[in-house]
């Protein structure tokens, strides 16, 4: 009975670490949301970090949060280092592309929780912009890692939804001005 129970048990850790290698290694999260602005007036919020907290999804999250600035204040080069709480968490975003006023892309780097690249795209409507907010990301071989890619939309689009809406309402009252 014990060779039986220590053979099902094998059988169930093959099947989960196997059943790892069948879900998506990369990882692709992505928003959008139409800003009543234009594309040239949305653009400086996200290519400047130190205007990031102004619609930031995780800044009411951790007011006590700690925020480095390095590089050009804005565009290709400009660097954020953070370390906060739990749900802040730590590490650093660089721009790496600035095409303005239409895609802005950054690296992320969590440490040990992995690296991946976020990007803005926007694109002008009669009015309007519609901004995409997503990230990239590989998983790895990892197989804890491969079952998290799978929650990661989830986790992560509905901060993005929250990021979105917060940078809209930021940008159209102050373009309402």
């Given amino acids: 009975m014990l060779r039986n129970v220590l053979v ?4 169930l850790i093959l099947v989960i670490v196997g059943g790892a290698y069948l879900t998506p290694r990369n990882v692709h999260v992505e928003r959008t949301l139409t800003i009543n602005a234009s594309a040239e007036a949305i653009f400086p919020y996200l290519n400047d ?6 619609w930031s999804p995780w800044a009411d999250r951790d007011p006590d949060a700690v925020y480095t600035y390095e590089g050009p204040p804005s565009g290709v080069g400009a660097r954020m280092s953070w370390e906060g709480n ?3 968490g730590s590490g650093t975003q660089e721009i790496i592309l600035s095409d303005f006023p239409n895609r802005l ?3 992320l780097d969590f440490g040990a929780q992995g690296q991946a690249v976020a990007f803005f795209d926007l694109q002008p409507m009669e009015g309007a912009t519609d ?10 071989l990892n197989p804890i890692a491969r079952y998290m890619g799978l929650m990661m939309d989830s986790l992560v689009g509905a901060d993005y939804e929250e990021g979105l809406l917060n940078l809209r309402d930021v940008v159209e009252s102050n373009t309402a001005n």
């Fill in 49 to 54: 970090y130190r205007r990031f907290n102004e």
């Fill in 131 to 140: 901004v995409t907010w997503g990230f990239d990301t590989d998983m790895g």
């Fill in 8 to 11: 099902g048990l094998v059988v």
């Fill in 86 to 88: 739990d749900q802040v």
């Fill in 105 to 107: 892309e950054t690296h």
